[in-house]
């Protein structure tokens, strides 16, 4: 019975011993709350599109993702934190970027995307083309953008009419309140480029602004029935081709041409000055001398129009009319 007894202890011994094992024996696996370091980390991200160009009013759609260690793209989109620089030009909608109809040709901003240390900057510049801006029967779909261009192929709706007119603060010589008129903002430039003219001892007149759809129709045919076809449509724009409409176009004079549109204001002082000057608070001479065969209508040294100052000044350097300035760049 004893030997029985000690043979079992022995071999219970033998087991026991035998099961046993240090832990640098047993694979990892193996170990509970054994856990391995990840290593899969964030390296980079990226933006798409990057250094995007765009236009007025568009709504461009933003794509944010991770690259991983590993390889791995992880999209971030809804966590990533999208800032403008300049909210003139546009607003960020989620991860939606809405271009402003404000934001003009030539015009640029930058927004910023931060994911927690990592951030990019993402240039956006605005390219407002001919052709995307116009309908199948020729009528132009950005009326109210500072940067719109109408002329004898490019036709404004005959009810547009804008909704930000006041009334000029500047010396007139018309008695007429609707032709007194433009945009608040081409109304504030035209105020300062008075004062301009005023500081170098020279005397603007304001004599024609805005003119509604009727107006126009009116004075074309006016001058139809006075002229003729052909001169009218050399000097006369026809209704819905007028720059007038728009209120950012405005008809300057002077004394010294007797308060009248005369070729001859563009070798005064008073014109020459316009000429060096108006790009400066936001206007171009809209008709220059020896474009005729592009813009359609013969030279016009009083004709100015409002294009903010960054665009006018690009126009102005270029020595190119709008038509062309926008098919070259």
Same mark, same amino acid.
């Given at each position: ?42 390296? &980079? ?70 994911? +927690? ?19 199948? +029967? ?75 759809? @009727?107006? &126009? ?11 003729? &076809? ?29 308060? &009248? ?66 098919? @070259? @760049?």
């Amino acid at each position: 019975m004893k030997t029985k007894i000690f043979t079992l202890i022995v071999v219970i011994t033998a087991i026991l011993f035998t099961g046993c094992h240090s832990n640098e024996d047993i694979p990892n696996e193996d170990i509970p709350n054994k856990i391995t370091p990840d290593a899969n980390e964030i390296t &980079q991200i990226n933006v798409y599109p990057s250094d995007y160009t765009a236009f007025s009013g568009e709504t461009v759609d933003l794509k944010v993702e991770a690259v991983m260690s590993n390889g791995e793209i992880k999209s971030i989109t809804e966590d990533a934190v999208i800032s403008n620089t300049n909210d003139n030009f546009a607003t960020v909608n989620n991860s939606s970027l809405v271009i402003s109809n404000k934001a003009l040709t030539g015009d640029s901003f930058n927004i910023t995307v931060k994911y +927690e240390n990592f951030l990019e900057k993402i240039k956006i510049d605005i390219k407002n083309s001919l052709e995307r801006n116009i309908n199948a +029967e020729g009528v132009i779909t950005n009326s109210s953008s500072y940067d719109a261009v109408m002329n004898k192929e490019r036709n404004l709706p005959s009810d547009y009419i804008p909704e930000d007119l006041v009334t000029l603060s500047v010396p007139t010589c018309l008695k007429n309140p609707e032709v007194n008129q433009l945009r608040i903002e081409a109304s504030e430039a035209l105020s300062k480029l008075f004062e301009g003219a005023k500081k170098d001892e020279l005397k603007l007149i304001a004599r024609s602004g805005y003119r509604s759809y @009727n107006t &126009q129709t009116s004075l074309y045919n006016g001058i139809v029935n006075k002229y003729g &076809q052909d001169y009218a449509d050399k000097y006369s724009a026809k209704p819905g081709q007028s720059e007038h409409q728009t209120g950012l176009a405005i008809d300057i004079t002077a004394d010294s041409v007797s308060l &009248q549109l005369e070729d001859t204001f563009g070798d005064t002082e008073e014109g020459k000055w316009v000429k060096e000057n108006a790009h400066k608070y936001g206007f171009i001479i809209r008709y220059p001398e020896g474009k005729e065969s592009i813009t359609g209508y013969e030279y016009e040294p009083w004709h100015l129009r409002y294009l903010g100052e960054t665009l006018a000044t690009k126009v102005y350097e270029s020595g190119l009319t709008l038509e062309e300035y926008f098919k @070259n @760049n």
